[in-house]
């Protein structure tokens, strides 16, 4: 079983999270398992504070080491043969993608230290983490969020978290473009039909117009994709 640890000053935000739908039944089904470590719980400081201002001045408030070397050490007890990777979401990290979540889906041991303000100390960056990674170009208030979002992205891909009938095998990106367009009943809605060929029952033709509705969304909407798309093709 894989298990998925988070460092964090709000474990709870964190835990609405993995506590419904697939992410929740993957851990009842024993595939995973997710494990807190409110950041709170591991400060050396008599106020118990976990974050201080940065050296050499400047805005903001930065996550003290200390508070996350102590929570690391916890989740490294009894189980030093562990190989782990440590992730730190942050907007200057290698950005996500379904390669970096398939690599990812293969580890046993994954921490996440979310961090917050201006970020964490930099010697926690140094000796701990294994994995820096952005969702994006974009700034959220916390880790906890982008955590979500890269696990939500690697537990999905895990063998048996899916059923069949939501496997991530046609998912966009897997074969370098979008995914098709998807209907369901009723076939007429507020007088918008569901496209013919969907309807016929013949599967060649049904294949035919989902490869092409790929084909021309990636054409449409991610011009990067379509030109990688074409070159591989013509290989
Ligand atoms: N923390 C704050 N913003 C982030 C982002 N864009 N990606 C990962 N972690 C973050």
């Known amino acids: 079983m894989k298990t998925i640890y988070f460092i964090s000053p709000f474990c709870n935000l964190i835990k609405c999270f993995t506590s419904v739908s697939i992410l929740d039944r993957a851990e009842k089904k024993k595939i995973v398992k997710y494990e807190y470590y409110n950041l709170f719980d591991f400060s050396d400081d008599s106020n118990n ?14 996550l003290r080491a200390n508070p996350i070397f102590n929570a690391f050490d916890k989740i490294k007890n ?5 190989k782990f990777r440590v992730i730190y ?4 990290g290698e950005k996500l993608d379904l390669n970096l979540s398939k690599k990812l889906a293969l580890e046993d041991n994954i921490v996440f230290i979310c961090g917050h303000y201006k970020g964490i100390d930099q010697r926690v960056r140094d ?8 969702i994006g170009d974009y700034i959220l208030t916390g880790g906890e969020l982008p955590s979500c979002i890269i696990i939500d992205s690697i537990v999905r891909l895990i063998p048996g978290v899916l059923n069949t ?3 991530a095998e046609t998912d966009s990106f897997n074969d370098g473009l979008l ?3 998807y209907y369901t009943r ?4 507020r007088g918008l039909k569901v496209p013919e060929v969907l309807v016929s029952g013949n599967h060649k033709e049904i294949k035919k117009w989902r490869e092409e ?18 070159k591989n093709k013509k290989k």
């Open 89 to 92: 979401p942050t907007p200057d």
């Open 179 to 181: 995914d098709t367009d």
């Open 127 to 134: 000796t701990i983490v294994t994995d820096e990674i952005s």
């Open 186 to 189: 009723p076939d007429t809605i």
């Open 78 to 82: 009894n189980r030093s043969k562990k």
């Open 49 to 62: 504070r976990i974050d201080d201002y940065p050296y050499g001045g400047g805005d903001g408030m930065v």
């Open 165 to 167: 009938i939501e496997s």
């Open 213 to 230: 509705r790929k084909v021309e969304k990636t054409k449409l909407k991610r011009s990067d994709l379509y030109i990688n798309y074409i």
